[in-house]
């Protein structure tokens, strides 16, 4: 069965970094893109990036380009999330998500639980 | 402002049907397969559909997707109280090198 646990509640200052993780089990963690879902208070999912866990090769939604980096961990089948510097317009639950198939372009078929970040001064 | 277009909300009486649509062009519903995911609030998404119209293993019959040309369409009929959630279609995007989402529409049953 595939599980997808991510990290907790951060509460962070503006200009803060922040790593963010997520960690996959349960299957071949180099054979399936993960991805990365942004949620606002009260708003829709935006697409944030993919990433393929064999080869670190990425894919970013323009909104999101220069804004975080996107990193694996292949010896613990763990994803990463990362700011080096962080606004209050970072404030947002944010979803890891797996692909279902191994293609880039198929379907989010597992989800983890979200992690929130709150940045405030 | 979504690449891909959904209706803010929609709304049916019980045990009817309902479709949401999202409409996107040609470079990224036009070429490309089509998920639908459901988010109850304050729980995560729930893939729903996927390559236009494939539920997954334990998703109801009564959820159904559809694709013509540069719009999809997510068909939920016998409409029960534990369906009111929000929908977002999703699909890849070949000029942005990424994937997009819809903006989300809020099912009500009444």
């Known amino acids: 069965e595939v599980q997808v646990e991510q990290s907790g509640t951060e509460v962070k200052k503006p200009g803060e970094s922040l790593r963010i993780s997520c960690k996959l089990s349960?299957?071949?963690?180099?054979?399936?893109?993960i991805g990365w879902v942004r949620q606002m208070p009260g708003k829709g999912l935006e697409w944030i990036g993919i990433?393929?866990?064999?080869?670190?090769?990425?894919r970013v939604s323009p909104s999101f380009q220069g804004q975080v980096t996107f990193s694996v961990d292949k010896s613990i089948s763990t994803a990463y999330l990362q700011w080096d510097s962080l606004d209050a317009s970072d404030t947002a639950i944010y979803y890891c998500?797996?692909?279902?198939?191994?293609?880039?372009?198929?379907?989010?078929?597992?989800w983890g639980q979200g992690a929130l970040v709150s940045v405030s001064s | 402002q979504s690449v891909l277009t959904q209706p803010p909300s929609v709304s049916a009486a019980a045990g009817q049907k309902v479709n949401i649509s999202c409409s996107g062009s040609?470079?990224?519903?036009?070429?490309?397969?089509v998920s639908w995911y459901q988010q109850v609030p304050g729980t995560a998404p729930k893939l729903l559909i996927y390559?236009?119209?494939i539920r997954p293993s334990g998703i109801p019959d009564r959820f159904s997707g559809s694709k013509s040309g540069t719009s999809a369409s997510l068909g939920v009929t016998g409409l029960q109280p534990g369906d009111e959630a929000h929908y977002y279609c999703?699909?890849?995007?070949?000029?942005?090198?990424?994937?997009?989402f819809g903006g989300g529409t809020r099912l009500t049953v009444l």
């Open positions: 990433i393929d866990p064999s080869d670190s090769d990425t």
């Open positions: 349960g299957y071949n963690f180099d054979t399936y893109w």
């Open positions: 390559d236009n119209n």
């Open positions: 998500a797996r692909r279902k198939t191994a293609v880039l372009n198929s379907a989010f078929g597992h």
């Open positions: 040609s470079s990224n519903i036009g070429s490309n397969y």
């Open positions: 999703e699909t890849w995007d070949v000029s942005l090198r990424a994937g997009v």
